[in-house]
């Protein structure tokens, strides 16, 4: 095993074991290998933990061991959030020590705000192998080092810092959000426990372990739409939007408006890249061609993910239409602007970078 197998220690009271969800049993996995965890209530970050180790050859179709046991547990090749022991050399991978604050990323990183979970340490130390595996059973190329480096860490924005967040209870907002998150993943996983006023082993409850199971399978699922998502789709947007700004100059003089070649997931990337070019917050607004041969241009948000953006279309053009627009911008063949004034449509290309172009003599920029 990677890491070296702990050796397997004298006999004990026998624990729960979990097999993948269409295979229950006493006996070990595939070749034996066993992975521990915890029994009673389950969560979202072992469960994503298990489900990516198996994803690995050398867990593929490992089954798994639920006990709090120590003897039990050190029987077992690799441990997941329990056993008050993170050694990665040992395989163990508990993070609820009083000690413990891994992040992914040091001090001033870009992910060192978030403690890791179980989720977080398994994809720390085998998130690049098992992106690779995942990726090699939908027979994609494999990545080369620097595309696997973003895909690695876009896994984790999207998907594994979240359950890290979750599991150590380190709140998304300053204040009192307005609504209620229940459709998330973890809500999802801890669903699939018994009620809290269940007795266990209630013969009119499904059994725990299967529930784990299906927990198992459930997040398995959604490791593997985020990493296609991120090396499939995601990734190959940034050589467009890459391209895009190395060629803005081309667009307008003043270098604040890009073209994509073709619409794309643009705004992270665009974000990204201001940052590795050292020319944060020059970008002001994004045009591309929508598949009726038709213009849009988009204002570039302030920061990833906000609804603020850095330079909005004309307030006077906000909300209106056709000739409407047109009598107003004196730029003809005008379709719309959005009412928030994010997003306008022309018919035509030079129309749409006039739009820009005039927002920005508006406003002095």
Known sequence: MRGGTISKV?????????????EMGDSGGKNGVMIGTHD??????????????????????????RTRLPDELGACDVVVDVGGVY???????????????????????????????????VYKHF?????????????????????????????????IETLDAQDNGIPQFDGEPAWPVTTDLGSRV??????????????????????????????????????????????????IVEEAVAKRKSVH????????????????????IEKDEGMEGELLYVVYSDPKGLYRLQCVPKDKGSFVCRLVLAEAWQ????????AVTGIEGGIFVHANGFIGGHNTRAGAISFATSTMALAGR
């Open 10 to 22: 004298g006999a004990a009271k026998k624990a729960r074991v979990v097999g993948p969800a269409s």
């Open 87 to 121: 050694d990665p050399a040992a395989m163990r991978f508990d993070h609820h020590q009083r000690e413990f604050n891994d992040t992914l990323h040091a001090a001033g990183g870009r992910f060192s705000r978030t403690r890791l979970s179980s989720a977080g340490l």
């Open 319 to 326: 909300g209106l239409r056709d000739k409407e627009l047109d």
């Open 127 to 159: 998130g690049k192998q098992v992106i690779a595996a995942e990726l090699a059973a939908v027979g994609a190329d494999p990545l080369g080092e620097g595309d696997m480096d973003k895909t690695f860490l876009r896994v984790y924005e999207t998907l």
């Open 253 to 272: 003089p003043s270098g604040r408006i890009i073209e994509l070649t073709q619409f794309c997931p643009w705004s992270d990337h665009l974000h990204d």
């Open 40 to 65: 009673g209530m389950f969560h979202c970050d072992e469960a994503m933990a298990v489900a990516m180790l198996r994803r690995l050859p050398e867990y593929a179709g490992a089954t798994v061991k």
């Open 190 to 239: 801890a669903r699939l426990n018994k009620p809290w006023n269940v007795e266990w082993g209630d013969p009119n409850y499904p059994n725990q372990d299967v529930q784990f199971a299906k927990a198992v399978e459930m997040v398995g699922k959604e490791f593997s739409v985020a990493v296609k998502a991120a090396a499939l789709h995601w990734l190959p947007a940034r050589v």
